[in-house]
Nanobody
Framework: VQLQASGGGLVQAGGSTRLSCAASGHSYSFRRYTVAWFRQVSGKEREFIAA????????HYSDSVKGRFTISRDNAKNTMNLQMNSLKPEDTAVYYCAADANVILSSVSLSQAYGWWGQGTLVTVSS
């Protein structure tokens, strides 16, 4: 599976931006895949942000973004998105999309559960 992330850039605090991730080369129907967004700040571990489980499954968010970020997917277009509102300087990070067809419920927030990753896109929130 190849994942291509886009979006991001420089945003003012309180503003919004939208990240997208396009999938290709997947062996199974895209709808089967659990898709997720993670972020990473230099020197820190990759942090779970949000996920949507496959086959119409549940949506999950980290406490740090709940109520501000919204994850969505378009199975017909093989894409996933992350709408980011009310951005804070501490949201500054490189954001990664991820996907896997075999993520169990208890592992949706674990980076090691995902076998496919996008290249990362930088979001910088200025104060």
């Amino acid at each position: 599976v190849q994942l291509q992330a886009s979006g991001g850039g420089l945003v003012q605090a309180g503003g919004s931006t939208r990240l997208s991730c396009a999938a290709s080369g997947h062996s199974y129907s895209f709808r089967r895949y659990t898709v997720a967004w993670f972020r990473q700040v230099s020197g820190k571990e990759r942090e779970f942000i949000a996920a949507i489980r496959g086959n119409g499954g549940s949506t999950h968010y980290s406490d740090s973004v709940k109520g501000r970020f919204t994850i969505s997917r378009d199975n017909a277009k093989n894409t996933m998105n992350l709408q980011m509102n009310s951005l804070k300087p501490e949201d500054t990070a490189v954001y990664y999309c991820a996907a896997d067809a075999n993520v169990i419920l208890s592992s949706v927030s674990l980076s090691q559960a995902y076998g496919w990753w996008g290249q990362g896109t930088l979001v910088t929130v200025s104060s």
